[in-house]
């Protein structure tokens, strides 16, 4: 394994308690390895292209934990506007606001692996 493979397997095992935090880390998920799109019956789909499985499963979890949102079923307009309300338009930079505390800042960086 390389070192890299072993920071990100290190990174993906820390899980912040705090709500905040975890936002911000999914909002980097998104951002940068996330994937979306609105099915025909008006349904969204939300994925992760990685290379690394565990920070796909990773994303996942913090899918549930924070909007408690079951993975492996699509969501509705409305959970999807609700995603998008907290951390942001993912075709937009990332909101400010949840980077404002330092803590918030380290679980976004998290985020980036």
Known sequence: MS????VKEELVKHMSP???CQLAELAALLHFCGQYGQEEDGTYLVGFQTE???VAKKGFTLLKKT????T???LSAEQMQ???HKI???EKPVNPLL???ACCQRAFLRGLS
């Open 67 to 70: 909007f408690n949102i079951e």
């Open 3 to 6: 070192f890299s493979q072993n």
């Open 72 to 74: 492996g079923v699509k």
């Open 82 to 84: 609700e995603i998008s």
């Open 18 to 20: 705090a709500r905040h």
């Open 99 to 101: 980077l404002k505390n």
């Open 52 to 54: 690394n499985e565990t």
């Open 88 to 90: 942001g338009d993912l």
